[in-house]
């Protein structure tokens, strides 16, 4: 039943214009946090990798910083982020926050990404 559903939505294009429509929605709130994050840590926070795909960014801190400690400041505050260092294995670890942006709707965005700077300046970690 639900394939049969779902096969009927995309018959009718339905999904395609869902997919078009979120594409706008993503790209729009990704450049509101690109612009955040560029006016008040920098330019240097963002990879110079970083792409347009994808529903998360890499925002990176000084290397001196305990990310984690940044992650759960900000969980405190009703800001969900995942600390880069846990990814990484080894002794090269590099420090920073992954960034979701995709369900946080666009008025959230700047007022979540303030409560994340000040987690970032508590803990000293500015790029």
Do not use: W
């Not at 939505?9 to 997919?19: F, K």
């Not at 926050?97 to 970032?120: H, K, M, N, T, W």
């Amino acid at each position: 039943m639900t394939q049969a559903a779902l096969a009927e939505l995309i018959r009718q294009g339905h999904y395609a214009s869902h997919i078009r429509r979120m594409r706008l929605i993503y790209a729009r709130r990704r450049s509101a946090l690109v612009a955040l994050v560029q006016a008040h840590l920098g330019a240097q926070a963002l990879p110079s990798h970083a792409s347009n795909a994808g529903l998360h960014l890499v925002l990176s801190l000084g290397d001196h910083c305990d990310d984690v400690a940044i992650a759960d400041d900000a969980a405190r505050h009703g800001v969900l982020t995942r600390a880069l260092s846990r990814y990484y294995t080894g002794k090269r670890v590099r420090r920073g926050l992954l960034l979701g942006y995709a369900c946080v709707e666009d008025e959230d965005i700047a007022p979540a990404f303030f409560r994340l700077l000040q987690s970032i300046d508590r803990h000293g970690g500015r790029p």
